[in-house]
């Protein structure tokens, strides 16, 4: 098959996966309970197209880097979600156990084990990332641990006794059935849990031993993956601390659209990792988001804190509460941002990006030279030892013209 052809066929299985998806819309937001609410509406929509992100990254990637097994994985969750999707909607539709046929079993045993071809192809992800290949040989038995997995528990559940729903609910027997669920759920799951855990951390630790091993691209192709796997951590992490009601509180309606659009982001630093588009940005991007989300953080606490401080000093003073306490709390904040920006700045920079702080001490330090130095090959020679400490160039050239107009 010629190139071209590959392409379109390609984008012909992306085509209907993108149908499959798009066909559910309607259901999807029929689900929201004919609310006109746009926050509501617009995390329906973006649950429902997010995995058209996911294969369209996969799909550019396969076009792009056949070779590069990432592309086919990052398709594989979302044709898997295109069938899951109908028969998870029929599961869920019945509210007593079905005869007990093949076919019945058949779709419970899909719904029931088709998540593993969600989040598996991801592990491999972290895995294969970015060349698609382990990172040494010694790392293969790994890849073939985290393709095991899934076989395994799915062919083992495919000849259980009973199955049914994942919730707790009616069962059906398994006409092919001689494994006790009972067997499985008390000895087999545990197990295979904590192997999920192993596997999961240890390819995670893959990526930090590829990025001690490899060249400068490598690297940055490296600190896309970390940079959207830390924006989940700071975000999803806390999460499992709070209750609903204290989520509810704080997200609200947010909750479910943020949290699409944290996902998003890897899918998308996979895309621009891997096709090295603007690759070499990430490092700016980092030092922006640590050094505002540190801002953000501490004006945060110290709006908060004087706002309470401030109202119980007015109730004390005035026996009442005051919109002053706000108002006072605003003004300091707007105060404080512009210089706590450049403390913060200035310290993630020496700690995180030494090499790019020494640099702009250099050139700072060169211009106040440069302003009080008269000679020319002075000038010239520390321009060139500048260069070679910022830069670090394999040659350094001066070339200066001369204005014909200023020759006698």
Known sequence: MSQTGFRRLVWIFWGLIAVGHLARLPVELHAAGGTLELLPLLGRFLWTIFPLIFSAIGALIVTRQAQNPIGWLLLVPAGIMVILGPIEAHINSLTAAPPPTFL??????????????????????????????????????????????PVLFICLTFFVEEIGPLEDGWRIANPLGFV???????????????SLAAVTILAAASLLVRYRRSGHAVRQQIKWLLYAGGIFTVYYVPLLFMNDELMSSLFGELFDLILILVILNFPLAIGIAILRYRLYDIDLIIRRTVVYTVVT???????????VLLQQLTEQ??????????????????ALFSPLRRRVQEGVDRRFFRQKYDA??????FAHTARDEVSLESLRGTLREVVQQTVQPRSVQIWLQQDEQLQP
């Open 297 to 307: 953080a501490v004006l945060a606490v110290v709006y908060f804190g004087s706002v």
């Open 104 to 149: 019945n079993f058949f779709l419970l045993w899909l719904s029931n084990t088709g998540w593993l071809l969600l989040i598996f192809p991801l592990i491999l992800v972290t895995l294969l990332f970015p060349t698609g290949r382990p990172p040494s040989p010694r790392w293969r038995w790994l890849m073939w641990a985290i393709i095991a997995l």
């Open 317 to 334: 003073l005035t026996g009442g509460q005051s919109p002053l306490a706000i108002v006072l709390s605003t003004l300091t904040i707007a």
């Open 180 to 194: 006790s669920a009972e067997w499985l759920e008390t000895y087999f799951v545990p197990v295979w849990l904590i």
């Open 360 to 365: 702009r001490q250099v050139l700072a330090q």
